[in-house]
């Protein structure tokens, strides 16, 4: 069974940085194209930063409201993901979720469980 796992969230103070990891277990990071979504309370989930897909497999794509201080990253040999986020804001708060979106199997992808940011003095 392929899981994800994410890890790293907690409490931040305005300006503050985190890191978070995503672990894939049952598969292979190299089969999907991997991102960070985010989901604040009252508010639809989005796009924090993804990985492109197939020949686009080494772009990185972000969030407005995020580039600059965000940056994804990912290690194929630990099949782990991260998202780097400094200069945070209070308005980061959210549930962070990675996603993994197949390469092989068309319209299919999983979700990690999220872990909460919160940004708060």
């Known amino acids: 069974q392929v899981q994800l796992v994410e890890s790293g969230g907690g409490l931040v103070q305005p300006g503050g940085s985190l890191r978070l990891s995503c672990v894939i277990s049952?598969?292979?990071?190299?089969?999907?194209?991997m991102g960070w979504y985010r989901q604040a309370p009252g508010k639809q989930r989005e796009l924090v930063g993804r990985f492109g897909r197939f020949s686009n497999g080494g772009s990185t794509y972000y969030a407005d409201s995020v580039k600059g201080r965000f940056t994804i990253s990912k290690d194929n040999a630990k099949n782990m993901l991260y998202l780097q986020m400094n200069s945070l804001k209070p308005e980061d708060t959210a549930v962070y979720y990675c996603?993994?979106?197949?390469?092989?199997?068309?319209?299919?992808?999983?979700w990690g469980q999220g872990t909460q940011v919160t940004v708060s003095s």
């Open positions: 049952g598969s292979s990071i190299s089969l999907y194209a």
């Open positions: 996603n993994a979106a197949s390469l092989v199997e068309r319209n299919y992808e999983l």
